[in-house]
């Protein structure tokens, strides 16, 4: 993909901060961190989002993950690590070229401390339920 900012760091064109490479991830630092030491994982291939990406290449990037995060939370003395993934702008998703977010946390950072959970109304959790069955 010409324009996307992802694939023109895989080909050398424009510049990372490289952690890892593999046959077919790349991973590197986040250059608009949330924390520091926030590493993004990326399949070399060009993918939009996890609707998309094939279970082989899915499959390495979590791997990586697994990897990159164990070594940016030893690396920056982490206490905590999230592994964030945005699909399409409603979420957040600003690269259009799927990754994983690595990002390390340390106790009261305020970065997510209030998940905004807050239990079903009566009978509507079966009613999403049955929403979301057919289509598995
Ligand atoms: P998302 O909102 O999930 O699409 O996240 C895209 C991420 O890519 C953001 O956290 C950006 O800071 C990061 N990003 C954008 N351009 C670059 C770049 N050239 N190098 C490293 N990270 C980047
Ligand atoms: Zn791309």
């Not at 945005?86 to 390390?104: E, T, W």
């Amino acid at each position: 993909m010409l324009d996307c900012i992802f694939c023109q760091i895989i080909q050398g064109q424009l510049p990372c901060a490289r952690i890892y490479e593999d046959d077919r991830v790349l991973s590197f630092l986040d250059i608009n961190p949330v924390a520091r030491g926030h590493a993004l994982v990326v399949p070399k291939r060009h993918y939009s989002t996890l609707f998309h990406i094939p279970p082989e290449d899915l499959e390495a990037c979590i791997v990586a993950a697994k990897r990159v995060g164990a070594a940016v939370f030893k690396g920056v003395g982490a206490s905590g690590l999230n592994v964030l993934q945005n699909n399409y702008r409603a979420a957040g998703q600003l690269i259009d070229h799927f990754h994983l977010h690595l990002i390390p946390r340390h106790a009261h950072d305020g970065f997510f401390t209030a998940w905004p959970g807050k239990p079903y109304p009566t009978g509507e959790l079966d009613r999403i339920l049955r929403k979301i069955l057919p289509e598995v």
